[in-house]
């Protein structure tokens, strides 16, 4: 059974710092890896998707890596601003699974 | 263009009543997903809709939670007898096929007393 953690659960940085999120899954047999970010009270916004060929993928200020061998990916954001504050969902299609495994998130909070 | 809608957006009920979720994928999205997600938890996988396929129903939790779609259009969660373990938020997404960039919807918040 796949099991997919995110650690830190919570993060709060003062705004122009970069961070990085990290995720682990338990089988690596995945077809790929997506990040959300949820705001509260919404639903959850794609950010970026990285077939299990690839190793990253970069959005603006976004850059997810893969390492699907080691069964981690990291998302980095770049000089960030309060408006990146949300929660953090990643999530994997396990093989031939029909379903996304989330994490539980990443709650990040940017300050002033 | 338009996205994933759900209705209603809150919905409080009595214990004991039935339910019904209603989703609007993004229009020729064949690929349809029910999520749940409990105050402090994460998602949880429901049902999946491909197409015309069988549904994958794996996820639901009792006999009390069924779901139905027409074809690639609008689809429905309905849960009978509801208990107060059915407190959440679910979630609607849909996606071009299966596996691919999902949507999401807003979600509907249901309370039951």
């Known amino acids: 059974k796949q099991e997919v953690t995110q650690i830190p659960a919570a993060l709060s940085v003062p705004e122009g710092e970069n961070l990085v999120l990290n995720c682990s899954f338990t089988d690596s047999a995945i077809y790929n890896l997506q990040w959300f970010r949820q705001d509260p009270g919404k639903g959850l916004t794609s950010l970026l998707l990285?077939?299990?060929?690839?190793r990253e993928q970069t959005s603006g200020r976004l850059n997810a890596s893969l390492d699907k061998s080691s069964g981690r990916s990291t998302l980095y954001i770049a000089a960030s601003q309060p408006g990146d504050s949300a929660t953090y969902l990643c999530a994997v299609f396990t093989g031939t699974a029909s379903k996304l495994t989330f994490g539980t998130g990443t709650r990040l909070q940017v300050t002033l | 263009g338009a996205g994933v809608s759900q209705s209603p957006s809150n919905k409080v009920t009595e214990k004991g009543k039935d339910v019904e979720l209603r989703c609007d994928p993004i229009?020729?999205?064949?690929?349809l997903y029910w999520y749940r997600q409990r105050l402090g938890q994460g998602l949880e996988f429901l049902i999946y809709f491909q197409g015309n396929s069988a549904p994958d129903k794996s996820g639901l939790p009792s006999d009390r939670f069924s779901a139905e779609r027409t074809g690639e259009s609008v689809s429905t969660l309905t849960i009978q007898r509801t208990q107060q373990e059915d407190s959440a938020v679910y979630l609607c997404?849909?996606?071009?096929?299966?596996?691919?960039?999902?949507?999401f919807g807003p979600g509907t918040r249901l309370l039951v007393l």
């Open positions: 997404a849909s996606s071009l096929i299966g596996q691919e960039t999902q949507y």
């Open positions: 229009s020729g999205h064949t690929a």
């Open positions: 990285i077939q299990s060929s690839q």
